[in-house]
């Protein structure tokens, strides 16, 4: 391992959510980033380049056929993994196996053979794996954990959870390599799988059953073709109908999307603004789900990635009253083609348009419902991704502190193997609900898990 004063990091995959992992680790005096891994050496230059900004040396730039030899040559002490989901363990077997610590973006993986694997290796080397589910961090999330672990409604006895997209972010999934389960899994395993880590972490409990249905009905040729949305191109870049087409992307635009994907193309092939409407695509849009957990509480969950509003409603129902949350990420829309984030995002990382709040409401039985005060920030998701860093990483300054004094105030937020596993589970599960009709045990398809 590394005889320097700073930790070595890998971070693996150079796309878009990756910055967040290369700027964090870049600010904090105890880790260096010191090797970059994708098929693009277009975007490994993007990150070199902020690694300059940052005063910080260039890294090793490594392709991911030879990943393992990277990580002897570096010397390599932890990994960061931002690549497509399907790829995610590719570089996390072998980081376990070199001794790194290992750090992955959410889903930890797409499938349960490859979730197996994940696991077998944590137990076989005894190494660390933390997948990041940033919402944990969010401090209303925090504050709601805390009231449910404390008794407010007494014994939780069922959940309801509805989550919206709105047409700009949900159209999003549908543009890229997200729009193909074999890379992403499908929306309950990429998207979802943020939302059921946080019932499992909020209830305190395991996923044993799960039932749904799920359907495309708004995105892809034949829904495009029924609703008067489709237009004729494949690809936003260069296509005259595509000008005008609110579900289009504009990757000429801004700045990072130009240079992450669009002077990248050379590279790989790959096209990062797909038309919507066009195939293939092999997800669904539209997703309904009762899940039920080992002590007996039942949840319904309503994933939507096609509506005017985005945010979320969340409702528990317990022996002695009742919590609610709704939180307004974005309360409608306008149509646009562009975008003007310096990070280029279309989701999560900066305030949305026309964001509104949060409100937490608990209703105890024989009594007047209950305010409860928040602390919300619309910045990147939530405030959960600085509070994430610093939890994962330390803070920037460590004579400050971190960002957050009550991180892990309502239990350690962190999410290991286990959990990553629990929250896959259900929408693998879901998966096979959407395939066979039939209700199905997360047991059966993840049983490394217990």
Not at 204 to 213: K, T
Not at 261 to 286: K, M, Q, S
Not at 414 to 427: I, P, Y
């Amino acid at each position: 391992m590394s005889r320097t004063p700073h930790l070595r990091a890998a971070v693996v995959g150079t796309g878009h959510r990756a910055q967040l992992f290369t700027r964090a680790l870049a600010a904090r005096p105890g880790h260096r980033v010191a090797a970059l891994c994708d098929p693009s050496p277009t975007r490994m230059a993007f990150h070199n380049r902020l690694l300059a900004e940052a005063g910080e040396p260039a890294a090793a730039q490594g392709e991911p056929e030879h990943f393992a030899r990277l990580l002897a040559e570096e010397d390599i002490d932890e990994v960061v993994v931002t690549t497509v989901d399907a790829e995610h363990d590719r570089y996390i077997v072998p980081a376990l196996q070199a001794g790194c610590r290992v750090v992955t973006e959410k889903p930890m993986t797409v499938d349960a053979d490859r979730c197996a694997r994940i696991l077998d290796t944590v137990r076989a080397t005894g190494n660390s794996l933390t997948v990041a589910f940033n919402y944990r961090f969010n401090p209303v999330h925090e504050k709601v954990r805390a009231l449910l672990a404390d008794g407010a409604i007494g014994e939780i006895l069922s959940v309801h959870f509805e989550w919206l997209l709105d047409t700009r972010h949900g159209a999003d999934y549908f543009r890229r390599w997200h729009r193909e389960k074999r890379h992403s899994g499908g929306l309950m395993v990429h998207k979802a799988s943020h939302h059921f880590d946080l019932v499992n972490w909020w209830l305190a409990d395991e996923p044993q059953e799960v039932f749904g249905y799920g359907r495309l009905g708004f995105y892809g040729p034949a829904a495009g073709e029924r609703h008067g949305l489709r237009r004729d191109y494949t690809r936003a870049h260069g296509a005259g109908q595509a000008a005008d087409d609110p579900f289009a992307l504009d990757l000429a635009s801004d700045d990072t999307l130009r240079a992450l994907y669009l002077d990248a193309e050379r590279d790989d092939g790959y096209l990062r603004d797909r038309n919507v409407f066009d195939g293939p695509v092999t997800i669904e849009d539209d997703m309904a789900l009762v899940v039920r957990h080992a002590r007996g509480a039942t949840m319904t969950y309503h994933l939507t990635a096609y509506s005017p509003w985005e945010g979320y409603r969340v409702m528990f129902n317990g022996s002695a009253g009742r919590l609610e949350l709704e939180v307004e990420e974005s309360r409608w829309q306008a149509p646009r083609t562009r975008i003007t984030s310096a990070s280029g995002a279309l989701h999560g990382d900066t305030a949305a348009d026309h964001a509104g709040g949060a409100r937490l409401t608990l209703r105890p039985l024989w009594q007047p419902p209950v305010d409860v005060p928040l602390v919300t920030d619309h910045e990147a998701h939530g405030g959960g991704d600085p509070r994430m860093l610093d939890a994962l990483f330390g803070p920037v300054d460590p004579g400050v502190g971190p960002v957050s004094e009550d991180v892990g105030a309502a239990g350690h937020p962190t999410a290991t193997e286990r959990d990553g596993a629990l929250a896959l589970g259900v929408g693998i599960a879901a998966n096979r609900c959407f395939e066979t009709g039939q209700p199905v045990r997360v047991r059966d398809l993840i049983p490394g898990a217990w």
